[in-house]
Structure formats: structure tokens, C-alpha cells
């Protein structure tokens, strides 16, 4: 396994988190993945990415190193995570809402 798939696996456990196929609740837990993503973005210091449904951050870690980043995240258990996470990172904002409704 990956070293992203296991960390996910073991919060999704810490933090008590059902899965809810209604609301289309999914977790990136692929590396591999991730950094494609990331990579594929060419993003500049100037840009402004917006994740919503963050989760655990998975994104916002590698993001935040290259602009700023705004996560919205509904379950509270992952926004409190977050809120911990990267309270000190300037270029992280999370904000605890559905995005559907804001």
C-alpha cells in the first residue's frame, strides 16, 4: 500500500468516519495520483485552487507549497483535522460548510 492510502485508512478509523455514497463521499489514496494532479495544475504563486470536499488535506499539503489553497469540507471530524492540520499555513483556508450552499 501507499503511504497516503495508509494514512487515510487510519484516520477514515481514528476519526470514525462512515462512508456516504449519497453525499459522494470518496478519499484520494493514491500517490501517484495526487502528485499528477498536482503536477498537471502548472500552478503559479498567483493562483487560488479551491478544493472542496477536502477531506484529510491530501491536496492542500502539496497546494499550499505552490499558491493558496481554499478547502471546503461539510463533515466536521475532517474539518476539525484540517482547522489542526494548518492553522499556521498561510496560504490554507478552510472553511466548514457544504459547498453546495454557500
Given at each position: 500500500?501507499?503511504?497516503?492510502?495508509?494514512?487515510?485508512?487510519?484516520?477514515?478509523?481514528?476519526?470514525?468516519?462512515?462512508?456516504?455514497?449519497?453525499?459522494?463521499?470518496?478519499?484520494?489514496?493514491?500517490?501517484?495520483?495526487?502528485?499528477?494532479?498536482?503536477?498537471?495544475?502548472?500552478l503559479k504563486p498567483s493562483d487560488v485552487v479551491l478544493d472542496i470536499g477536502a477531506g484529510f488535506g491530501s491536496i492542500e499539503t502539496l497546494v499550499s507549497k505552490k499558491c493558496r489553497i481554499i478547502a471546503i469540507e461539510k463533515e466536521i471530524k475532517c474539518y476539525s483535522y484540517l482547522i489542526d492540520k494548518y492553522e499556521i499555513d498561510p496560504n490554507v483556508q478552510i472553511i466548514n460548510a457544504d459547498a453546495l450552499e454557500i
Open positions: 500500500m501507499s503511504q497516503l492510502r495508509d494514512t487515510i485508512i487510519k484516520l477514515v478509523d481514528d476519526y470514525k468516519i462512515k462512508s456516504s455514497n449519497e453525499n459522494g463521499q470518496n478519499f484520494l489514496v493514491d500517490d501517484e495520483v495526487l502528485n499528477e494532479e498536482v503536477k498537471q495544475g502548472e
